[in-house]
């Protein structure tokens, strides 16, 4: 069964600083991760996908790679913004034709201007 | 294109009662995935349905059901609500096969009292 772990499970940095979230899955065998962005009591907004024969992709201050082999990735934040705070949540397919995500725990990110 | 779009957005029931939640996918999108989200387990897969099939399904009892229409509108019912349905109810859709990204909509917030 795959186990999606996110540390920290909170981050609070000033303004500018950059930073970096952390995920794990336990399992390998997986077809993309996702990365996701939550607003208090909103929905989810995609950041960022990598499919699983990927590194890393980019988009904007936002950077994300992909170590399939040792069950992580991180997303990177450059030049963080007060903006930016939001709970972070990354999430993995296995199968293709299934749209099912397993969700890690999130981490929640208050930067302070 | 519009969102994804969720109704009602908030909802209070008792015990026992039953609740049916709306989701309308972004046009022309095929699949639908229902997701709870609980403070203490967190994002939980419930359901896909495609093109008005299920797909596949989560761990969840025999109370959480749900269905697609024809014009890819899906709706999920709880029956015999239980003070632990409380939950935010997230809907995501995607395209078919080959669309990765899926996109969510704000949610539904259901309290049980």
């Known amino acids: 069964k795959q186990e999606v772990t996110q540390i920290p499970a909170a981050l609070s940095v000033p303004e500018g600083e950059n930073l970096v979230l952390n995920c794990s899955f336990t399992d390998s065998a997986i077809y993309n991760l996702q990365w996701f962005r939550q607003d208090p009591g909103k929905g989810l907004t995609s950041l960022l996908l990598i499919q699983s024969s990927q590194r890393e992709q980019t988009s904007g201050r936002l950077n994300a790679s992909l170590d399939k082999s040792s069950g992580r990735s991180t997303l990177y934040i450059a030049a963080s913004q007060p903006g930016d705070s939001a709970t972070y949540l990354c999430?993995?397919?296995?199968?293709?034709?299934?749209?099912?995500?397993?969700f890690g725990t999130g981490t929640r990110l208050l930067v302070s201007p | 294109k519009a969102g994804v779009t969720q109704t009602p957005r908030y909802l209070i029931k008792t015990r026992g009662q039953q609740v049916t939640l709306s989701c309308s996918p972004i046009?022309?999108?095929?699949?639908v995935s229902w997701y709870q989200q609980t403070p203490g387990q967190g994002l939980q897969f419930l359901f896909e349905y495609f093109s008005e099939t299920q797909r596949n399904k989560g761990n969840f009892p025999g109370r959480f059901s749900g269905r697609q229409f024809s014009n890819s509108r899906s709706e999920m019912n709880v029956s015999t609500l239980e003070l632990g349905d409380s939950a935010l109810y997230l809907c995501?859709?995607?395209?078919?096969?080959?669309?990765?990204?899926?996109?969510f909509g704000p949610g539904t917030r259901l309290l049980v009292l």
């Open positions: 995501a859709s995607s395209g078919d096969w080959t669309q990765e990204t899926q996109y």
């Open positions: 046009s022309g999108h095929r699949s």
């Open positions: 999430a993995v397919r296995k199968n293709t034709g299934f749209q099912k995500l397993v």
